[in-house]
C-alpha cells in the first residue's frame, strides 16, 4: 500500500492550495483519511481528518479555511486550503487507515509528505 501526496507549493498569504494524496496497492477498505502537518521545530499536529461516513473534523486554527474531503472511488483524500497565512508553512503528509486485501495487512500508513510554504 502506498500513499502518493501531491500539490504543495509557494503561495503568498491570502492564496489557496489543494493537496491530494492517492492511495494505491492491495486495498480492501479505507478507514479514516486525513493530513497532518509538521513546522520547522515544532510537532507533528493534526489538521484535518474525514471518517469513511464523511464526518470531519479539523484543528481550530484551520476552520473556516481549509475543507477536507475524498474520493472513495479514486481512494483519494483532499485538503482545500484558503486564506493561507505563513503559519500554515509546514510539510503536510496524508494518513490512512487502510485494511489490506489479500496480502496487506490493516495498517496506518503515511505519505511522504509535501511542502507548503505560505510567504508573507
Known amino acids: 500500500v502506498q500513499l502518493q501526496a501531491s500539490g504543495g507549493g509557494l503561495v503568498q498569504a491570502g492564496g489557496s492550495l489543494r493537496l491530494s494524496c492517492a492511495v494505491s496497492?492491495?486495498?480492501?477498505?479505507?478507514?479514516?483519511m486525513g493530513w497532518y502537518r509538521q513546522a520547522p521545530g515544532k510537532q507533528r499536529e493534526l489538521v484535518a481528518v474525514?471518517?469513511?461516513?464523511?464526518?470531519?473534523n479539523y484543528v481550530d486554527s484551520v476552520k473556516g479555511r481549509f475543507t477536507i474531503s475524498r474520493d472513495g472511488a479514486k481512494n483519494t483524500v483532499y485538503l482545500q486550503m484558503s486564506s493561507l497565512k505563513p503559519e500554515d508553512t509546514a510539510v503536510y503528509y496524508c494518513?490512512?487507515?487502510?485494511?489490506?486485501?489479500?496480502?496487506?495487512?490493516?495498517?496506518?500508513?503515511w505519505g511522504q509528505g509535501t511542502l507548503v510554504t505560505v510567504s508573507s
Open positions: 494518513n490512512a487507515y487502510v485494511r489490506g486485501g489479500l496480502i496487506a495487512p490493516d495498517y496506518n500508513y
Open positions: 474525514i471518517t469513511s461516513g464523511g464526518t470531519t
Open positions: 496497492g492491495d486495498i480492501f477498505s479505507i478507514n479514516t
